[in-house]
């Protein structure tokens, strides 16, 4: 069996319930969005610990029904352990946040080694925002663990640069990781309809954030959620002040294009 660090194995998770979540729910009712987006369908590097999906023509019951049928689920279950996982813990739904605008399933993942790995998946009932469409998980990904092609609906690249310039300039604490998503995206979103996405108040407070991050905040929070390699790469004060500037040019180009 081959052996895969924590990060690795949630991704595996990830990837494993998406599929299953496809057989059970329609796609026009859900979209995967935030960091798991960026990793699966746009190249990302950063791994993330949780999931977040949109969801929405579904009402709490059914959503509540179709997610613990498949964390209980037997099959679901067996085709994880040949990746470690001895059994999946799924939440204790009388104490999960299950209301009309947040579902949130809390699932502890049990290794063969005793190891209990922590991952949560929530859905946000609020609509969607911004444009869905349909694609494969990126091939490089699901050649790591010889997983099988599989489609999902998820936010286009516009969008998703969208969400990450409005999180950057609103969260009420202001987090490295948007930063350097939209990094990311810097190089895949571009064009009139790129920039368009973000509306210039968006703009102006998501520029005057990126200074408020410093490298030891970027390296706490963000660089170990890279692989090894990249990990090497980043850690360092002249990589992150690149991620910043680029950051920065992208979101500045936003408002050239409107002017």
Known sequence: MDIYSPLQIREIFHIEFLRWLGRTVKPENYAIKGGVNLRFFFKSFRYSEDMDIDARSMKVFQLQEAVMKILNNRAFQDNLKSFGMARIIAPDISKAKQTETTQRFKAHLILSSGEDLFTKIEFSRRGFA???ITGLVDDGILRAYKLAPLLAPHYDCYSAAAQKADALAS???????DIFDLFVLSSQCFGLRAHAAIDEETAQKALERISEVDFIQFRDTVVSYLSAGDQEAYNNAASWEE?????TAFIEETRKTRA
Do not use: F, I, L
């Open 171 to 177: 969260r009420a604490e202001v987090q490295a990781r």
């Open 243 to 247: 991620v910043r500037r680029k950051c």
């Open 130 to 132: 911004g444009d869905v």
